[in-house]
């Protein structure tokens, strides 16, 4: 390699490496630090090395629940969000003739994200509320006499919150992977007798692996590290790893809040690690 | 010219707004200078939002002729930038206990008692720590716990008056229960009811962990499940208990929700979510606002039980401010004890530190309705005018007198803070 070829790789790094390195790494440094120091309990930070925030987060059944009630979210919304998505986005690639309309209602799909994730959220709960359209709607129809309880401040709403939020999250890389495979192949394939599921199962899945890929890092990284939703449309029913360690800060508990933010990061990290062993979205990308 | 005539004069200046006139009838000219200094001025008073307001900011800023922008964050929002980012703040609101974590981290200035001009109309709650000739609670941090510390540039609080204080209080209150009487049907005067499982699927409750956990103990203790030594400093028995209980609730369904913010516990109310709540009494006015009724507890004290929780906010100096900055912070407090503020926090329901100057920025009427708890004696309007109740209502839990004389515990940060906060978590995810 060329000092030349070395040079020119380094200033592609460059733009990535200066917002990274002030906004990401070095942040992350300091919460490592003060994840292994002791504190006075009210904000105030002894130099002192100990592996307790740890021990207490490890040894606490309470951090256990937690991962588990994100995860239950994160998987769901994963589920629902890359079905729905897959869908979508299929429709639109090999449904709709026009490029331009396709173009067109692609665009479409991302008009509802003209507005805030919080308008988005709690424009729900009028709608799923006791006396919300849905159970006054139902109830005017006369097909319950209660209203539906569990349609609000519940798992159901969140998830409902969720999904409606990161849809596009999937959309988007799925369309993408899916527009870049060659009709040509599908027209080739029914020529040999292939059926529909057969080109589903045979071409379109495998070639927008890719595609769910990347939208299922996107997902699982926003609900991992999300503890707005979860608060607000359960009604505080259920807790979140960040909404945890939100609370902890909001007490000064700095180190074991830190200690929580760098399991979770790890988490989250393995979790990404693990998708990209299914897909390698490198290559297929450069494909 | 000594410096009081000198700011005598200044005031006039801005207040008339012929500064020129003004300077020609003052002799040495000197008020055009501080005019001109000050006007560069910017005062940044970060706080919590039903607290800080922009309505009071742009009155002080109009009167005093500098800037004063207005920052809000929730409570734990701000106590964290208080502390990691204290020269981002010029005046800090805080609650007793943020003024006590503030003066321990060192992020504060002692304010001097003798330049507070109100300072000897105080309410005795804030100079003795009584009221009406009872002592106040001291369950949790009263605003007379965290009020004074020991010298300027003290890192410890002084029990009692001393020449330094933390803070200057500029707005309190007693918070309750608020509930929909025409579902309950009788009228709710002790905090068991919120854990009554006759409202099982119907209630909610603050989720604010050091808050929340006072209004959960206050409802143990009136139920006669739990006794507590001091609700503000519990053992990690009593959190125990507390928890387990509240845990039991959740699961037999007791909770509809809980709420954090003011407009949470306002939505859940208003859109029959919840018949019974922990509540603020703004909120409360804010539901029948929108027609829906809505009561606001009296809790009154009785056998040892019961009581409102009551919190205090005040203004404390950064410790950064210095020269005409500082300066200009004096003033800012003193104008916030001239009676304009506190009107207009009465107004919403919430008290004055120093009633006889809000007193006479109030309609007779006004203070009759909010202080001395007698019926409207014409139709009551918020601070911005809008039409609240109508004449001849009386407040929720009686007179200013009925409400502060019965705070039986005051917001906090208890010892235990961590592990409260752990078992707090512990109730949500169950």
């Known amino acids: 390699m060329s000092p030349g070829r070395n040079l020119v790789g380094w200033l592609n790094v460059t733009p990535l490496l200066l917002v990274l390195i002030p906004f990401f790494v070095i942040p992350i440094c300091v919460v490592l630090a003060v994840s292994f120091v002791e504190t006075d309990g009210f904000g105030g930070l002894y130099p002192v090395f100990t592996l307790d925030n740890y021990a207490m987060l490890f040894r606490s059944d309470l951090t256990l629940r937690l991962y588990a009630a994100t995860l239950k979210f994160t998987l769901l919304t994963l589920l629902f969000t890359s079905v729905i998505g897959f869908w979508v986005a299929y429709f639109l690639v090999f449904h709709v003739r026009s490029k331009l309309i396709a173009m067109g209602l692609f665009l479409v799909c991302t008009v509802p994200f003209w507005t805030s994730n919080i308008v988005r959220m709690i424009s729900w709960i009028p709608l799923l509320g006791k006396e919300g359209l849905i159970n006054t709607g139902l109830q005017g129809v006369g097909i319950i006499n209660e209203p539906l309880e569990f349609l609000l401040f519940s798992s159901f709403s969140v998830v409902v919150a969720y999904v409606h939020q990161l849809t596009i999250f999937m959309i988007v890389p799925i369309f993408n992977s899916m527009a870049r495979i060659d009709k040509s192949v599908v027209e080739a394939a029914l020529d040999a007798g292939a059926s529909r599921l057969d080109i589903m199962r045979m071409i379109i899945l495998p070639m927008s692996r890719s595609g769910i890929a990347l939208g299922a890092i996107f997902v699982t990284s926003i609900v991992m590290g999300d503890f707005f939703v979860v608060k607000v449309m359960s009604g505080g029913g259920t807790a979140s790893v960040v909404g945890a360690f939100y609370e902890d800060v909001g007490v000064l508990q700095y180190p074991t809040a830190a200690a929580s933010a760098i399991v979770l990061t790890l988490v989250v990290m393995l979790l990404v690690a693990a998708i990209l062993r299914v897909v390698d979205i490198r290559k297929e990308i450069t494909q | ?430």
């Not at chain 2, 005598?8 to 003004?22: D, H, P, W």
């Not at chain 2, 607290?51 to 922008?69: M, Y």
């Not at chain 2, 208990?241 to 039991?248: A, C, G, Q, S, Y």
């Not at chain 2, 009551?310 to 104008?335: D, F, Q, T």
Request: proline fraction near 4%; aromatic fraction near 10%.
């Open chain 2, 1 to 430: 010219m000594t410096k009081e005539k000198n700011k005598l004069s200044r005031r006039q200046v801005l207040k008339t707004g012929a500064g020129a006139a003004a300077v020609a009838a003052s002799p040495l000219g000197a008020p055009l200078i501080w005019a001109q200094e000050i006007k560069d001025i910017e005062l940044r008073h970060v706080g919590v939002s039903y607290s800080v307001v922009k309505a009071i900011g742009d009155q002080a800023a109009k009167d005093l002729g500098f800037k004063v922008t207005m920052q809000n964050l929730d409570t734990s929002a701000s106590i964290n930038r208080f502390i990691t980012q204290p020269n981002t703040v010029d005046i800090a609101d805080l609650e007793g206990w943020q003024a006590k974590l503030a003066v321990q981290r060192g992020v504060i200035q002692g304010i001097e008692t003798k330049r507070v001009k109100e300072f000897d109309n105080f309410l005795p709650i804030f100079t003795k720590g009584e009221f009406e000739g009872a002592s106040i609670s001291r369950e949790g941090i009263s605003p007379y716990e965290a009020l004074y510390m020991e010298g300027k540039d003290s890192t410890s609080l002084h029990d009692g008056v001393s020449d330094w204080m933390t803070n200057v209080p500029q707005v309190y209150n007693a918070d309750s229960i608020g509930y929909r009487p025409d579902l309950v049907g009788h009228e709710v005067t002790e905090w068991k009811e919120l854990i009554d499982p006759k409202f099982s699927g119907k209630a909610g409750i603050l989720d604010v962990p050091a808050i929340g956990i006072m209004d959960a103990a206050l409802c143990m203790e009136s139920a006669g499940i739990v006794s507590y030594g001091n609700k503000g400093n519990m053992t990690r028995e009593e959190i125990d208990m507390t928890i387990d209980k509240l845990i039991e609730l959740k699961r037999a369904g007791h909770f509809r929700s809980t709420w954090t913010t003011f407009d949470q516990s306002v939505q859940l109310m208003a859109a029959g979510e919840v018949e019974i709540q922990s509540m603020w009494s703004p909120a409360v006015a804010a539901v029948r606002v929108k027609d829906i009724p809505c009561t606001y507890a009296a809790v009154n004290k009785k056998d040892g039980k019961e009581g409102y929780r009551g919190w205090c906010n005040g203004m404390g100096l950064m410790k950064h401010l210095e020269g005409k900055k500082l300066e200009a912070a004096y003033e800012y407090i003193n104008w916030y004890m001239s009676g304009w503020q506190g009107a207009f926090v009465s107004r919403y329901g919430y008290y004055s530190p120093v009633p006889s100057t809000a007193k006479k920025h109030m309609s007779a009427a006004e203070y009759a309705y909010w202080y001395e708890g007698k019926p409207a004696p014409e139709p009551i309007t918020d601070p911005y005018g809008v039409p609240m109740e109508p004449a001849g209502t009386v407040r929720d839990g009686g007179s200013f007198i009925d409400r502060v004389t019965n705070i039986s515990c005051w917001n906090t940060l208890m010892d235990e803070a961590a592990y409260m906060n752990k078992r707090w978590n512990d109730f949500k995810v169950a």
